[in-house]
């Protein structure tokens, strides 16, 4: 099998919505087959599917077991792989649908945000060479129990990028309903630029800081194993924004906003280290992802720390069981990240920065400068009007 002639796919929840959607979807990859490439599709589950099945979940159960849920979200992807596959079949082309166990995805047994060990491409490699089009389940694998394990929310990007990797394929193609990568949120920021290029290193710190627009974890395997990696859009044949190797330049490439994170506060009337351990052992058993994990004093017990929103039923469940003696208080946060690798190198824009926060009137209460990225945490929720400013002082004026 002549590898170069392989490219992945990978359509999100948006571009297989329906059935309308899907025969777009089907028209992108018969292009692509027409140009003699061996075609693997990565397909998400279809539009808010795994929301509703969570929405559904949480109604049996305020904290459902992590393997069933596993179970029952995978489902979403196996419903888009068969539909599209059915339709594809229709039209005239050999294709067959793959679940994660039978793509050979075998993953380490953490569910629900499990991470992909290797990949048997032996059933894929043969379905290739009959000349099929082969679809696979984005978003899951399996374990050595044999359970279904999945990658976390936007895993299916990871299992896209992943599977590029192994088959060593010519490029691996992100379809969404945006055309590329933006300088912040065009929804919100009508001035928002798409970038033609970004680093590996710039589209990471992008992910990292909540931007939905590529799983984190399919950045760092596609710096890892070079896999030249493309965002487009499913509905129209613009550019896209491409990812490759270090930019040297110290310009600002995106800002991104993130008001899901939680800022929480617990106290107890005494201190002792042993608390500061128990704490932070107990949120890491609880799957909580503690960050920027502080005590505030030694007389006293006061500690501080942030978290995801997303897990905030996780949270509430330990202090209704395992945390009861501590004080504890927790509220919505605003987190602001500004990227460009290369910015700690240039003064003048941290001094911007933290001139439009100072003229805004807004408390902060973390600031984190390094070699890609000025990270601020306030102290509260702000509004969006600060991103507008900043996108204007640091990119727009540039």
């Known amino acids: 099998m002549d590898s170069k002639d392989i490219v992945v796919l990978k359509f999100g929840g948006s571009s297989v919505a329906d059935n309308l959607k899907l025969n777009v979807v089907a028209e992108k990859i018969i292009a692509f087959y027409k140009e003699n490439f061996k075609i693997v599709v990565v397909v998400s589950a ?5 929301d ?112 590029a990797a192994v088959l060593k394929a010519k490029h691996c193609y992100i379809f969404s309903d945006v055309d590329g990568v933006y300088t912040t949120d065009p929804n919100k920021i009508t001035t928002a630029k798409k970038l033609e290029t970004l680093s590996y290193e710039e589209m990471l710190e992008i992910a990292n800081e909540g931007a939905k627009v590529l799983h984190n974890r399919c950045i760092e395997i596609g710096q890892k194993y070079h896999v030249p990696i493309v965002t487009k859009s499913t509905f129209h044949n613009k550019p896209g924004t491409i990812l490759q190797d270090k930019i040297e330049d110290a310009k600002v490439k995106s800002i991104v906003k993130n008001d899901d994170i939680i800022f929480a506060n617990m106290k107890y009337k005494t201190y002792s280290p042993k608390f500061f351990y128990k704490l932070f052992y107990t949120l890491q058993k609880g799957q909580i992802g503690a ?71 807004l408390e902060i209460y973390h600031l984190e400068v390094n070699e890609s990225k000025i990270v601020i945490l306030f102290t509260k929720k702000v509004s969006h009007t600060i991103v507008e400013q900043l996108h204007r002082e640091l990119i727009e004026k540039e």
């Open 46 to 50: 279809q539009g808010k599917t795994t």
């Open 52 to 163: 509703t099945l969570i929405k559904e979940a949480k109604e049996l159960s305020n904290l459902p077991e992590d393997r069933e849920m596993d179970v029952l979200l995978s489902t979403g992807e196996q419903v888009s792989m068969a539909k599209l596959s059915i339709l594809l079949n229709r039209l005239g082309y050999k294709t067959i649908s793959l679940t994660g166990r039978q793509a050979g995805i075998f993953t380490s047994s953490l569910n629900q945000n499990a991470k992909i060990e290797h990949i048997d491409t032996t059933r894929i490699e043969q379905e290739l060479e009959q000349g099929k089009i082969v679809i696979v389940a984005g978003f899951q694998g399996y374990n050595e129990k044999e359970d279904i394990t999945t990658l976390g929310r936007g895993g299916s990007d990871t299992t896209a990028v992943a599977l």
């Open 291 to 361: 960050n920027y994990f502080q005590n505030n004093s030694t007389e006293s017990t006061d500690i501080s720390f942030t978290f995801s929103s997303a897990v905030l039923n996780k949270f509430q469940n330990l202090l209704e069981n395992e945390l009861k003696s501590f004080d504890v208080k927790y509220s919505n946060i605003s987190r602001i990240a500004i990227i460009g690798h290369g910015i700690r190198n240039e003064d003048i824009i941290l001094e911007k920065v933290i001139n439009i926060i100072e003229s805004h009137q």
